[in-house]
């Protein structure tokens, strides 16, 4: 399980993946409507450790982790509830690498 805090210029959204640290798990946004717009407009465009397209409907708190930790700071991106693990250390099938 993994929760970020994230703040746009309209406000606060915080994403959470309720998961063990690989496993794949529904992202659940709460905040304002305009916050969770701009966060999932700036999700749509980003990619994962291993080069897929980050999916706007579930995601591994690792692969959210490591969004966050490398371009979250668009957002001043905070952790608040879980913790960082390692990224897996082998690449899965079907990955672009």
Known sequence: MIKYRLTTRRGECTL???VGWTSLGEIVYEGSKEAIKDVKDWLSTQYGPYGHIFNLEETSPMDLSFLME?????????????????????????AIT
């Open 16 to 18: 959470t993946v309720n």
């Open 70 to 94: 490398v371009r979250g700071v668009i957002f001043n991106a905070e952790l608040i509830e879980g913790k960082r693990g390692d990224l897996k250390t082998t690449i899965p099938e079907g």
